[in-house]
C-alpha cells in the first residue's frame, strides 16, 4: 500500500482540507497582487481607508488560511508516521525470525528512524508545493493576459531555472541515496559494536581495526555524501534565488528600457 492509498483510505477529510486550503491560499495571493495592481497602484496618491482595509482584510485572510494549512498538513504527517510506526512494528511481530535476518536489524533500524523522519519533513512541505503549483500557474495566466510577449521572454527565463535546478535536484537525490546507504551500514557498525563490546573491549587491537577499517569507512562515506548533498541543495538554492531576481531585472530591462510592455505592467511582473 502506498502512501496516498493510505491517506486516502484514512485520514481523506484531512488530506482534502490541506490541499483546499492550500490551493485557496495561493489563489488569494494571486487576488492579493491583482488588487495592489488594480487599486492601490492606480490610486497611491489618494487611497482611501476603505481602500487599505479591504487590503488588510485579504492579508488577514491570507495568514488565516496558510496558517490553517500547516495545521492541518502538519498533523496529517505526523498522524501518518505513527500509523507507519505501528504498521511496520505489527509486521516485524507477525513475520517469521529467518526473514528478519535476512534483513538485517540495521535496515529495519533505519526505516524505523531516518525513513519516518524522513516522511515528515516531505510533508510539512507538502502546503508549499501546492501553493507554490497552484500560484505559479495561476500567475502564469494572469501575466500572460497583461502582456504575453513580456510573459513568454519571463516564462523561457524561469524554464531555464526549472531545467539547471532539475539538473542538480538529481544530482542531491543521488548523493542522498548513498548517504542512506552508508547509513544503513553505520546501524551495522552500531550493532556490531553494542553485540560485541566485550570482545572488543578484551580484544583492543580488533577494536582499533574495526574502529580504522570499517567504522571510519562508512562514517565517511555518510559524511562525504551528506556533504555532496547538500553542497548541491544550497547551490540550487541560489541559483533559484538569483535567476529569480535576475527575472526582475529583465521585467524592468524590457518594459523601461526596450517598451516592450506599459511600465505598469514591471512592477505586477515584479510582484
Known sequence: MNIIQLLSQQHRILLIAVMTLSIAAAGLSISVIAFIDEYLIPNAGDATFVLYAQFSALILLLFILGTASHIAITTLGHKLVYQMRRTLIKRILDTNVEHLESLGTARLLASLNSDTAS?????????????????????????????????????????????????????????????????????????????????????????????????????????????????????????????????????????????????????????
Open 119 to 271: 516522511i515528515t519533513s516531505a510533508f510539512i512541505a507538502l502546503p508549499a508545493i501546492i501553493y507554490g503549483l497552484t500560484l505559479s500557474i495561476a500567475g502564469f495566466f494572469y501575466l500572460a493576459w497583461l502582456s504575453l510577449p513580456l510573459f513568454q521572454i519571463i516564462f523561457g527565463w524561469l524554464a531555464l531555472t526549472v531545467f539547471i535546478g532539475w539538473l542538480l535536484l538529481k544530482r542531491t537525490h543521488t548523493e542522498v541515496m548513498h548517504a542512506r546507504e552508508a547509513e544503513d551500514a553505520l546501524y551495522q557498525d552500531y550493532q556490531a559494536i553494542l553485540e560485541g563490546r566485550k570482545e572488543l573491549r578484551l580484544n583492543r587491537a580488533r577494536a582499533q581495526r574495526f574502529y580504522d577499517e570499517e567504522f571510519s569507512r562508512d562514517a565517511g562515506k555518510n559524511r562525504d555524501h551528506d556533504i555532496r548533498a547538500d553542497i548541491y541543495n544550497g547551490v540550487n538554492d541560489n541559483w533559484v534565488n538569483a535567476m529569480i531576481l535576475g527575472s526582475i531585472g529583465l521585467v524592468f530591462l524590457l518594459t523601461y528600457g526596450a517598451a516592450w510592455a506599459p511600465a505598469d505592467d514591471a512592477v505586477t511582473f515584479a510582484l
